[in-house]
């Protein structure tokens, strides 16, 4: 596949492969730019109707526009291959960056993954697969969501769904797990997971097999972030535990919510790191040399430029003293 050219895209080289499909690098040639393809694991005709329902998800999510997502381009068939034309994401995913250790990073990145979600949702578009390797992080610390309509094209192409690892199990609501209707509280459930993994490097629940991680998720408690974080604060792990709460009522109702109360936590963060970190302008005035000050023109001389004028009077004084006397006493 590497070095050949599907339809006006030279495929550059291989950049990852997953259940849903393979991602390659490849040369816009007609406008010039970098672009993934993302070769689903189709083999058969498609009916009309799944023609016409992949065209509708592929506008949709195409229609998401944000800096923080990942953009769509298009949905292209090539003879039997269907492919996603995307945006291509310079970085690493969010796993080589776990665990995000500085609070502050921790709170921006969560904030801004917050903040697409909320434009997805806006939309009408949930995610489904939220993962911590749906997260990209570029060299400077810019964050992109990958994977918005991609769970749609899922359904739509009825790709059959195979066992994933136990890990991955880990991030699934227990609505999606009992296999009900689901909404946006689903997403918001995996982010907790998302932002419980990035905070810690570990999961919240535990299972050495998918069958396993699905029985915790849904029955057994999280095991608590302060045992892998004692010094995060109060209010984010408050944020991540709601967010992980297994009825979908006890959890934020919308991911506005929640990134409310994100950004209340970076602004108090801020104003307490204000105070206990003094700018390097107000450090204070290393000792020097002690002042005397008086309230006429000698004020601010120091004592090295003073005392020989303080002996120089001491003399005159003495010098006057003796002299009196001696006109008093001949």
Same mark, same amino acid.
């Given at each position: 596949?590497?070095?050949?050219?599907?339809?006006?895209?030279?495929?550059?080289?291989?950049?990852?492969?997953?259940?849903?499909?393979?991602?390659?690098?490849?040369?816009?040639?007609?406008?010039?730019?970098?672009?993934?393809?993302?070769?689903?694991?189709?083999?058969?005709?498609?009916?009309?109707?799944? +023609?016409?329902? @992949? $065209?509708?998800?592929? %506008?949709?999510?195409?229609?998401? *526009?944000?800096? #923080?997502?990942?953009?769509?381009?298009?949905?292209?068939?090539?003879?039997?291959?269907?492919?996603?034309?995307?945006?291509?994401?310079?970085?690493?995913?969010?796993?080589?960056?776990?665990?995000?250790?500085?609070?502050?990073?921790?709170?921006?990145?969560?904030?801004?993954?917050?903040?697409?979600?909320?434009?997805?949702?806006?939309?009408?578009?949930?995610?489904?697969?939220?993962?911590?390797?749906?997260?990209?992080?570029?060299?400077?610390?810019?964050?992109?969501?990958?994977?918005?309509?991609?769970?749609?094209? +899922?359904?739509? @192409? $009825?790709?059959?769904? %195979?066992?994933?690892?136990?890990? *991955?199990?880990? #991030?699934?609501?227990?609505?999606?797990?009992?296999?009900?209707?689901?909404?946006?509280?689903?997403?918001?459930?995996?982010?907790?997971?998302?932002?419980?993994?990035?905070?810690?490097?570990?999961?919240?629940?535990?299972?050495?097999?998918?069958?396993?991680?699905?029985?915790?998720?849904?029955?057994?408690?999280?095991?608590?972030?302060?045992?892998?974080?004692?010094?995060?604060?109060?209010?984010?792990?408050?944020?991540?535990?709601?967010?992980?709460?297994?009825?979908?009522?006890?959890?934020?109702?919308?991911?506005?919510?929640?990134?409310?109360?994100?950004?209340?936590?970076?602004?108090?963060?801020?104003?307490?790191?204000?105070?206990?970190?003094?700018?390097?302008?107000?450090?204070?005035?290393?000792?020097?040399?002690?002042?005397?000050?008086?309230?006429?023109?000698?004020?601010?001389?120091?004592?090295?430029?003073?005392?020989?004028?303080?002996?120089?009077?001491?003399?005159?004084?003495?010098?006057?003293?003796?002299?009196?006397?001696?006109?008093?006493?001949?």
């Amino acid at each position: 596949m590497v070095g050949s050219t599907i339809s006006h895209y030279k495929i550059l080289e291989k950049i990852g492969e997953g259940t849903t499909g393979t991602v390659y690098r490849a040369q816009d040639t007609k406008r010039d730019r970098l672009v993934a393809l993302k070769f689903l694991p189709i083999r058969h005709t498609l009916s009309e109707s799944d +023609k016409q329902r @992949l $065209k509708q998800d592929a %506008t949709a999510a195409a229609l998401l *526009d944000n800096p #923080y997502i990942c953009s769509f381009y298009s949905l292209k068939a090539e003879k039997d291959d269907y492919f996603i034309v995307m945006e291509f994401v310079e970085g690493k995913s969010l796993r080589h960056s776990m665990p995000v250790m500085n609070n502050q990073v921790a709170i921006n990145f969560a904030i801004v993954i917050c903040a697409a979600f909320q434009e997805a949702h806006a939309k009408g578009i949930l995610h489904r697969n939220v993962r911590c390797d749906s997260i990209m992080v570029s060299p400077k610390r810019r964050i992109k969501v990958l994977g918005f309509g991609q769970a749609n094209l +899922k359904d739509a @192409l $009825k790709l059959q769904r %195979t066992p994933g690892s136990a890990e *991955d199990a880990a #991030y699934v609501s227990p609505e999606q797990i009992q296999g009900v209707a689901l909404d946006r509280r689903s997403d918001i459930f995996s982010l907790g997971v998302l932002f419980y993994h990035m905070l810690s490097d570990q999961i919240p629940f535990r299972g050495d097999h998918e069958a396993a991680m699905f029985y915790s998720v849904q029955n057994e408690k999280p095991v608590p972030l302060r045992q892998y974080r004692p010094d995060l604060s109060p209010g984010f792990v408050s944020i991540v535990e709601r967010a992980l709460e297994k009825n979908p009522e006890d959890r934020y109702q919308t991911v506005d919510e929640m990134l409310a109360e994100l950004r209340h936590l970076k602004r108090a963060s801020f104003s307490i790191s204000k105070v206990f970190n003094r700018p390097s302008g107000e450090t204070k005035r290393p000792m020097t040399k002690p002042f005397i000050r008086f309230q006429g023109k000698t004020a601010g001389i120091p004592w090295g430029k003073m005392l020989p004028m303080l002996v120089g009077v001491l003399v005159l004084i003495l010098v006057a003293i003796f002299v009196i006397r001696a006109l008093i006493n001949p």
